[in-house]
């Protein structure tokens, strides 16, 4: 008997391939101009072609199950002192205006779901890897 195919949560939402890459390009197009995110970023890739891929890799496998991304996160943002706390509100506001713009509402609802998760995951993350107590509402 055939596997069902593992499409994961995004393709009931509109979400494809084309639409993780319009949200990635777009959302770090405007993190790569943004004041207070762009020099973190900027400072911290050196290709942005390929940092890009991998993001698309990243997206794909959250949300249609993919299984392409290989990588760790936390451990790829634990390298980076300079991303505080007061910047994943930045990150997320700017995620979920993006994705309202970008995406279809369903996918946008999903993306900005996601993003939420996985970005309190970050943060808390990296306040117990740098032996912070996180605050309650993170």
């Not at 390009?25 to 911290?44: K, S």
């Not at 290709?47 to 199950?65: G, R």
């Not at 007061?86 to 713009?101: N, S, V």
Request: net charge neutral.
């Amino acid at each position: 008997m055939d596997a069902k195919p593992r499409i994961g949560p995004g393709a009931p939402a509109g979400v494809d391939e084309a639409l993780i890459r319009r949200q990635v390009h777009t959302f770090y197009g405007r993190v790569r101009e943004d004041p207070v995110l762009g020099p973190i970023f900027n400072d911290a890739i050196a290709d942005w072609d390929e940092h890009l891929a991998k993001l698309c890799d990243f997206w794909s496998s959250v949300l249609l199950m993919t299984g392409r991304f290989k990588g760790s996160p936390m451990a790829a943002h634990a390298r980076r002192p300079d991303i505080r706390d007061e910047h994943f509100p930045l990150w997320l506001d700017l995620f979920e205006r993006t994705a309202r713009e970008v995406c279809p509402p369903a996918a946008a609802d999903l993306f900005v779901e996601r993003s939420r998760m996985i970005g309190r995951s970050l943060a808390l993350g990296l306040s117990v890897s740098r032996g912070i107590i996180p605050p309650l509402d993170a």
